[in-house]
């Protein structure tokens, strides 16, 4: 009898946690859909805003400016290679690392003995 009563209660419980899982996970997911929602609206006000300012774009903002030949000419200097340097290493001493020092490693005694 015992047994039995114990069970059921059990499985009460675990019907109240199921039950307060439910309300969380639905609370969670409404408070996902309204921001979902909110998004939406700003982004058809973004959109709303970027389609009107493009109408105010006239022909009069437009500058035809003639670019000669003297203005258009580009000056170009050949940077030298570097070459490439094989096994050695040149490190700024700012930037190299500090070095650590290892304390030596004692052998360890393990007990054998040999006389």
Known sequence: MDLCTNLSNKVLELESEVIDIKSTY????????????????????ITEVVTTAGVDV?????????????????VIDEVPKLRKRRGVIIQDHKETKTVTVQPKVQAKDKGKATD
Do not use: Y
């Open 26 to 45: 639905k609370a969670k997911i409404e408070k996902l859909e309204s921001r979902v929602e909110r998004s939406k609206e700003e982004n058809r006000l």
């Open 58 to 74: 006239n022909a009069a903002s437009i500058q035809d400016t003639p670019i000669t030949a003297a203005k258009a000419t580009k």
